[in-house]
């Protein structure tokens, strides 16, 4: 995804996050997809209230007052 160009100027392909979703939750594999270029790791079974909080660290949310 990263190293394809942005689509007609839509999206900088640094700027879409990449999410990991795993079983796996060693050191090992969180160093893998780290150095892979992951931003953030969910392991499996993946809950509602961890992806909300990993999404709003990555899509602004408009809050309402």
Excluded at 20 to 31: M, N
């Amino acid at each position: 995804i990263r190293a394809r160009p942005p689509a007609r100027g839509r999206w900088i392909a640094s700027d879409v996050p990449i999410i990991a979703v795993t079983a796996d939750t060693t050191t090992e594999a969180v160093a893998k997809c780290t150095s892979a270029g992951m931003n953030a790791l969910l392991k499996k079974p993946v809950h509602v209230d961890e992806l909300v909080a990993v999404l709003e660290r990555f899509v602004p949310v408009p809050r309402t007052a």
